[in-house]
């Protein structure tokens, strides 16, 4: 290691100076370099204030997992943000961020004030697609998160996805991927309580044939274990009916 020598005169103990120059010899740390952060080919990034940063309108978790957030903010500590926030400009002189929440809450939680962006003037439509793309693409989101962002995009830009099948090939998913996943939201209302937002989809497809008095027990079940069935123990003892099956072979559009 580097060891350098600090040197300074020391007080006595009524608080003067008794003009005595004392040294130490101490080590000096030496500069860590954080990687640079990750980039696609072409991309420029930028650093910006946290100051100025705001997270995304539409946010796409409906709530954080508080151990991943202290892992992640140990983590940036350490080695810093290795993948920039992609972020876009607001009139008011803000950036709202669309891919990386989970970094700046992590970021600030960590102490920095400045972080690595990439700036790009995006509508609301496009800044949404790029955060629940990001977040596909890692997985990243729970079923439930999932769902909520496609029905976004069908409630709220209807003439773009008017249907189910169209927002399937707009996310590059299957039709039944679609549908499996809004089924979870089909869930809601029926006393699930905070249990919902655990629910996969295939849970969901599991439970959606199943009879009133059925559902109502798994609400029960839910209520006493803090905890859904499993997809398995939510299989129905006997096949659904040859309608059925076939009406949600190719799930309806909305």
Not at 110 to 117: M, R
Not at 217 to 224: D, G, N, S
Request: net charge positive.
């Amino acid at each position: 290691g580097v060891w350098g020598v600090v040197s300074l005169k020391v007080k006595d103990l009524g608080g003067k100076l008794d003009g005595v120059q004392r040294a130490w010899v101490v080590p000096i740390p030496e500069p860590v370099e954080r990687p640079r952060p990750v980039l696609r080919p072409g991309e420029v990034y930028t650093v910006l204030p946290v100051s100025r940063l705001v997270p995304p309108r539409r946010r796409l978790r409906s709530n954080f997992d508080e151990a991943y957030l202290e892992a992640l903010a140990g983590s940036i500590r350490q080695h810093g943000i290795l993948e920039p926030l992609r972020v876009r400009p607001l009139m008011s002189g803000v950036f709202e961020v669309s891919a990386g929440d989970q970094r700046l809450v992590a970021a600030r939680r960590a102490g920095l004030e400045e972080v690595p962006c990439i700036v790009k003037d995006m509508g609301e439509l496009e800044a949404f697609q790029v955060g629940l793309e990001e977040n596909l693409q890692r997985n990243n989101l729970s079923d439930y998160d999932v769902a909520r962002a496609l029905r976004t995009m069908l409630r709220d830009w209807p003439d773009l996805y008017p249907s189910q099948k169209v927002l399937a090939e707009k996310v590059g998913r299957s039709e039944y991927w679609v549908s499996s996943h809004l089924a979870i939201l089909e869930a809601e209302g029926k006393g699930l309580g905070g249990q919902i937002r655990d629910m996969t989809a295939e849970q969901a497809v599991r439970l959606r044939p199943a009879s009133d008095d059925r559902k109502r027990e798994v609400v029960k079940i839910a209520r006493k274990t803090g905890s859904l069935p499993t997809a398995r123990e939510l299989r129905p003892s006997t096949p659904p009916t040859t309608s059925y099956a076939m009406s949600n072979a190719m799930p309806h559009s909305t």
